[in-house]
């Protein structure tokens, strides 16, 4: 498991992997590999194994406490702390100031964006697909912290040469954003054109004073041999982003 280097001390960022020691086995090919959704019609035993491995090698930090989300491509971002929902909570975006929780974010090709403040105090995690861009998770996430996030880390997502969209996309952001014009590459069809979530959430980021933007620079596209990809395949499984302060 690889943490990103650079943040405040005590915060620990990082995403998995298709590969992790502790992966069982299945006779779906579809979802071989450390899937961690149990919503992809994978065994809920097999998942939760999985997940108790994770929070195994998060336990060595000092982590008690997982949340996970019922995800559904919103706007919606709550804080948890000491409380325990009794049901999953629905939305794209979790926030927390307790020391030992890991809040978990799915993606397989969505952007996955964690936050927080410079003295390692507040952190939050945000599931942004192209809706979610668009609509404000990133800018709902912000506004639900008690404190200004300073840096911010991108975890894989589809890159821009894979991620073909229609005009009513662009749209959506240009709309909003129009500086971000430069985003969008025309695509060989017309009316379609590639997107890039990188860049549409630095200048999102950059637009709130965030200044610290790592992370970025992968695809889970291309890259199958380390991520799963829905554009890739429909039936696949998902990895988790994390963060948790020690």
């Known amino acids: 498991m690889q943490f990103v280097e650079g943040l405040p001390k005590g915060i620990y960022v990082g995403q998995t992997r298709v590969h992790h020691a502790q992966t069982l086995a299945t006779s779906n090919e579809a979802l071989s590999g450390f899937n961690l959704a149990l919503h992809v019609q994978d065994d809920a035993q ?16 000092g982590v008690n406490k997982v949340t996970w989300m019922t995800q559904t491509h919103s706007t919606m971002c709550h804080t948890i702390n000491e409380q325990i929902p009794f049901e999953a909570l ?12 890991a809040l978990m974010m799915m993606t397989a090709d969505c952007l996955p964006v964690v936050l927080g403040n410079a ?21 709902n996430t912000i506004a639900e912290m008690q404190t200004a996030p300073t ?20 749209h959506a952001f240009c709309s909003k954003y129009p500086a971000l014009e430069d985003a969008f590459k025309t695509g060989e069809k017309a009316d379609k054109y590639y997107a890039d979530l990188y860049a549409i959430a630095r200048y999102i980021l950059a637009q709130h004073g965030v200044q610290t933007i790592l992370g970025g620079d992968q695809c889970s596209y291309s890259q199958a041999d380390e991520y799963f990809s829905y554009r890739r395949h429909a039936q696949t499984g998902r990895m988790a982003t994390f963060v948790f302060m020690a």
């Open 46 to 61: 097999r998942v939760q194994h999985h997940r108790m491995a994770l929070l195994n090698d998060f336990a060595t930090y």
């Open 90 to 101: 629905e939305g794209d975006g979790l926030v927390t100031q307790r020391q030992g929780h």
């Open 119 to 139: 003295m390692g105090t507040e952190v939050a995690n945000l599931h942004a697909g192209w809706r979610g861009l668009a609509g404000g998770i990133i800018e």
């Open 151 to 170: 840096w911010a880390w991108l975890g894989a997502a589809i890159s821009q040469a894979c991620f073909e969209i229609g005009a009513e996309v662009k």
